[in-house]
Nanobody, 119 residues
Framework: QLQVVESGGGLVQPGGSLRLSCEAS????????IGWFRQAPGKGREGVLC????????TFADSVKGRFTISRDNAKNTVYLQMTSLKPEDTAIYYC????????????WGQGTQVTVSS
């Protein structure tokens, strides 16, 4: 069964950091684009970052530039979202998704992990 599973969410104070993980099973992540998305309470889903099969990155949200980075560990079949200088407005459910290209629609989605930034 093909799936991606997010982990690493939690409660963090403003200015803090978290690293989210997206682990794939049933396929190799290195052949796919992996995107991170988020949905805040009462808002629509927003793209955050994407990493292509070649390793190039695409930023969807200007608000995370300089604070969030995306990387992959092919040996662990995992993509990471490193989040620093977190703000209350980063509070959301974070999802990862897989597909062939960062610029196409994503077909395989995880269940999400909650990130709450609050003092």
């Amino acid at each position: 069964q093909l799936q991606v599973v997010e982990s690493g969410g939690g409660l963090v104070q403003p200015g803090g950091s978290l690293r989210l993980s997206c682990e794939a099973s049933g396929f190799s992540l290195d052949s796919y684009a992996i995107g991170w998305f988020r949905q805040a309470p009462g808002k629509g889903r927003e793209g955050v970052l994407c990493i292509s099969p070649s390793g190039s990155n695409m930023t969807f949200a200007d608000s995370v530039k300089g604070r969030f980075t995306i990387s992959r560990d092919n040996a662990k079949n995992t993509v990471y979202l490193q989040m620093t200088s977190l703000k209350p407005e980063d509070t959301a459910i974070y999802y990862c998704a897989a597909d062939s290209d960062c610029e196409e629609g994503f077909g395989l989605w995880g269940q999400g992990t909650q990130v709450t930034v609050s003092s």
